[in-house]
């Protein structure tokens, strides 16, 4: 059974910083392209930021460019987003999520971690 566990959310003032895990299990993600997707109440879900299989390649949100940075350990089946400088309108409930291989959708998602950034 694939898993995506999601950690690390929390409250955090304006300008701080929350570093962000999502573990997986259940099968290797070594060839799927992972992400990080953010939602409001009431609002859609949007894409974060997204890591490729190829690790030096990622693509941003406009909103969070050179804010977050997102990583990934293919050893530990893990992935991260390092989120610094928050903003209030960073608070949303975050979501990890993976392909099944590398050019296909996403079809696995964690439960989702909350994020909340106080000013």
């Known amino acids: 059974q694939v898993q995506l566990v999601e950690s690390g959310g929390g409250l955090v003032q304006v300008g701080g910083s929350l570093r962000l895990s999502c573990a997986a299990s259940?099968?290797?993600?070594?060839?799927?392209?992972m992400g990080w997707f953010r939602q409001v109440p009431g609002k859609e879900r949007e894409f974060v930021a997204a890591i490729f299989r190829s690790v030096s390649s990622t693509r941003y949100a406009d909103s969070v460019k050179g804010r977050f940075t997102i990583s990934r350990d293919n050893a530990k089946n893990t992935v991260y987003l390092q989120m610094n400088t928050l903003k209030p309108e960073d608070t949303a409930v975050y979501y990890c999520?993976?392909?099944?291989?590398?050019?296909?959708?996403?079809?696995?998602w964690g439960q989702g971690t909350q994020v909340t950034v106080s000013s």
């Open positions: 999520a993976a392909t099944r291989n590398s050019g296909s959708g996403y079809a696995y």
């Open positions: 259940g099968r290797t993600f070594s060839s799927s392209t």
